[in-house]
């Protein structure tokens, strides 16, 4: 899919990697970007038109789609994660909310998006995923969860979306320099150079992109013996 001239719509867009995909958007020549929040903010950039939307809300989701009839570009960024394990009383609970943003939300986000971008010749969807969609963590198991499921739905969603020519983009990157995980010491990828990447791997027709080292190491370690999987990234 071609950047220059496409009209994206990127869910929470209004800080970390969303607003680092906007601003890299309007930098490639993007017509126009509407940046969905659940708290509408005015970001001060030309070009981008804000659009209120909570992805666990089907009416809003419904009226951004109306709204925004002229899109070409859907990025499913917004998500939620909390530092839980799974022998937590509450992380039953947990589970339920991160699903509901992380895995329903990116559902109902393209199924309302998906005829949208087949009237304007079929565009393109980019999930952004995680480098745990493959491996585990006791500290963000059921964040773990979501990305697994959500990388599943992504790889059906492009045998769906296959027949309208619209291009179905999943993007995997570990810990990025942004607020959600600024107290954890490891190695952190910068948000631009990610929202580079996955703009960069859009326009050369590709499936997936592998935004960072460790991404790419534990994708190679999955046939490995013992498989990385085994191992969890973080305790």
Same mark, same amino acid.
């Given at each position: 899919?071609?950047?220059?001239?496409?009209?994206?719509?990127?869910? *929470?867009?209004?800080?970390?990697?969303?607003?680092?995909?906007?601003?890299?958007?309007?930098?490639?020549?993007?017509?126009?970007?509407?940046?969905?929040?659940?708290?509408?903010?005015?970001? *001060?950039?030309?070009?981008?038109?804000?659009?209120?939307?909570?992805?666990?809300?089907? @009416?809003?989701?419904?009226?951004?789609?109306?709204?925004?009839?002229?899109?070409?570009?859907?990025?499913?960024?917004?998500?939620?994660?909390?530092?839980?394990?799974?022998?937590?009383? @509450?992380?039953?609970?947990?589970?339920? @909310?991160?699903?509901?943003?992380?895995?329903?939300?990116?559902? $109902?986000?393209?199924?309302?998006?998906?005829?949208?971008?087949?009237?304007?010749?079929?565009?393109?969807?980019?999930?952004?995923?995680?480098?745990?969609?493959?491996?585990?963590?006791? $500290?963000?198991?059921?964040?773990?969860?979501?990305?697994?499921?959500?990388?599943?739905?992504?790889?059906?969603?492009?045998?769906?979306?296959?027949?309208?020519?619209? $291009?179905?983009?999943?993007?995997?990157?570990?810990?990025?320099?942004? @607020?959600?995980?600024?107290?954890?010491?490891?190695?952190?990828?910068?948000?631009?150079?990610?929202? $580079?990447?996955?703009?960069?791997?859009?326009?050369? *027709?590709?499936?997936?992109?592998?935004?960072?080292?460790?991404?790419?190491?534990?994708?190679?370690?999955?046939?490995?013996?013992?498989?990385?999987?085994?191992?969890?990234?973080?305790?």
């Amino acid at each position: 899919m071609q950047i220059k001239d496409s009209i994206a719509f990127v869910t *929470g867009a209004n800080r970390g990697l969303g607003l680092a995909l906007v601003h890299e958007l309007l930098a490639s020549g993007t017509r126009k970007v509407y940046a969905g929040m659940r708290t509408p903010v005015d970001l *001060g950039l030309p070009g981008v038109v804000t659009v209120k939307l909570d992805v666990t809300k089907p @009416d809003e989701i419904a009226a951004a789609a109306a709204q925004c009839g002229d899109t070409t570009l859907l990025i499913n960024n917004a998500g939620i994660a909390t530092f839980k394990g799974y022998l937590e009383e @509450d992380s039953i609970a947990v589970a339920r @909310d991160l699903f509901e943003t992380n895995y329903f939300g990116m559902i $109902q986000v393209s199924q309302a998006f998906a005829p949208v971008l087949a009237a304007n010749g079929g565009g393109a969807v980019v999930n952004v995923l995680s480098v745990v969609s493959w491996i585990g963590s006791t $500290q963000l198991a059921p964040y773990a969860a979501t990305k697994a499921a959500a990388w599943s739905f992504t790889n059906s969603l492009r045998l769906h979306l296959s027949e309208q020519n619209t $291009q179905v983009l999943g993007l995997h990157v570990g810990f990025m320099d942004t @607020d959600l995980v600024r107290d954890i010491a490891a190695p952190k990828a910068d948000p631009r150079l990610v929202a $580079q990447r996955t703009l960069d791997g859009l326009e050369a *027709g590709q499936e997936e992109v592998l935004a960072d080292d460790v991404t790419h190491m534990v994708k190679l370690g999955l046939a490995a013996e013992p498989a990385v999987y085994l191992e969890p990234l973080m305790r």
